[in-house]
T-cell receptor, first 117, second 111 residues
């Protein structure tokens, strides 16, 4: 096991609602990245947080937002849910984050499976 | 064009077979390369990093050709437990930053 935990494991919402997903990083890791994996696709980068600051963002609209807390755990918030938001949401923790020369590994949590009806 | 392209498969092979997966990437600024393995409805797990000199880990061999922007993974003596989706992954910086995934290649190893 990676030591990265996510909650909840499954979630069902309706269009227009808002959702908050949570991630606890591996002990000692200061960086959390969030990915969205639609069925049959590879994970797509949403954003990364390094020491409580956003450290890079993928091609996702502003209704996808996040937070990182002093203990390095993180939240992903999605407003105004759309049917296409149905996916597996993965968080990954790593050490270092903002240093481009580091080749540290990202360790993934088990994911939250979100269904939007 | 997708930044990382893979044949989605599935590759159905008998136990003991050798199977090769290929991947191409479009961004020449990519610096770090990986193969991840993802079991059905599970999270991706790092299988191995890929180095320019090529590297081997037991039955698994990875190769990188920067000139052709091409990455490969060879699995020898396939086991039933190798059945999974194999994701080709690149990063423009170190592996702790944004990872760009291919769609994955599904492998089914059969008796």
């Amino acid at each position: 096991e990676t030591g990265v935990t996510q909650s909840p494991t499954h979630l069902i919402k309706t269009r227009g609602q808002q959702v908050t997903l949570r991630c606890s990083s591996q002990s000692g890791h200061n960086t959390v990245s969030w990915y969205q994996q639609a069925l049959g696709q590879g994970p797509q980068f949403i954003f990364q947080y390094y020491r409580e600051e956003e450290n890079g963002r993928g091609n996702f609209p502003p209704r996808f937002s996040g937070l990182q807390f002093p203990n390095y755990s993180s939240e992903l918030n999605v407003n105004a849910l759309e049917l296409d938001d149905s996916a597996l949401y993965l968080c990954a923790s790593s050490l270092g984050g903002g240093q481009p020369w580091l080749t540290d590994t990202q360790y993934f949590g088990p994911g939250t499976r979100l269904t939007v009806l | 064009r997708k930044e990382v392209e893979q044949d989605p498969g599935p590759f159905n092979v008998p136990e003991g077979a050798t199977v090769a997966f290929n991947c191409t990437y479009s961004n020449s600024a990519s610096q770090s390369f990986f193969w991840y393995r993802q079991d059905c409805r599970k999270e991706p797990k790092l299988l191995m990093s890929v180095y320019s000199s090529g590297n081997e880990d037991g039955r698994f061999t990875a190769q990188l050709n920067r000139a052709s922007q091409y990455i490969s993974l060879l699995i020898r003596d396939s086991k039933l437990s190798d059945s999974a989706t194999y994701l080709c992954v690149v990063s423009r910086t170190g592996g702790g930053n944004k990872l760009t995934f291919g769609t994955g290649t599904q492998l089914k190893v059969e008796l």
